[in-house]
């Protein structure tokens, strides 16, 4: 279980130097982090030849979705996989499309993530990375007919009111959106 807190800053702890210290390690012989935690689980993978799963947990706003990308990043790193250390670009390609229909403005965070994913990535018999599979699940649907003061609905729907007057998008006769309150025709 990963526990993801946000230092609201960025910190020089997760490149591929502090990748390499935490390969081969075993947990707590270095410090907490993020990369032992992936560590283990590609350890436990490969000695006993079992499925393992870590769980990123934390408030909103903590960096789980920035926690999973790293752990990604570790397994294409220690594993060495064909597709270098870019499997998080890949499993996430879809990201976008996926953050502007679940991801929303809250008063933590301006792109919080409103759902929950679910990503197994794939391993072949050397524990190189072959595949990964993202699913998401628990979409908060209340946010579409109510957003608390300071907070908007989904970025789907801004972005569907901006373009409003392209000619693909004339027949769903939308309005012009406002801060918290989009109008619909």
Do not use: W
């Amino acid at each position: 279980i990963l526990v993801a807190i946000n230092p609201y800053k960025q910190l020089p702890i997760y490149g591929d130097a502090i990748i390499h210290a935490y390969s081969g390690q075993n947990m707590g012989d270095m410090d907490p982090h993020i990369f032992a935690v992936a560590e283990e689980a590609y350890k436990q993978m490969a000695r006993n030849n079992k499925n393992q799963s870590i769980i990123v947990s934390g408030e909103s706003g903590a960096g789980k979705t920035v926690s999973a990308r790293y752990t990604m990043r570790y397994f294409a790193t220690v594993s060495k996989s064909s597709s270098n250390a870019h499997v998080e670009d890949k499993v996430l390609a879809s990201n976008p499309i996926t953050e502007a229909v679940g991801n929303a403005k809250t008063t933590r965070n301006d792109n919080s993530s409103r759902f929950g994913k679910y990503t197994e990535i794939s391993f072949d018999q050397s524990y190189q990375i072959i595949g990964a599979n993202m699913r998401t699940y628990l979409l908060e649907k209340s946010r579409v007919v109510f957003q608390s003061e300071n907070e908007r609905n989904y970025h789907i729907f801004y972005q569907l009111c901006a373009s409003a007057m392209q000619p693909e998008y004339k027949h769903l006769k939308l309005g012009r959106s406002q801060e918290n309150n989009l109008r619909f025709v």
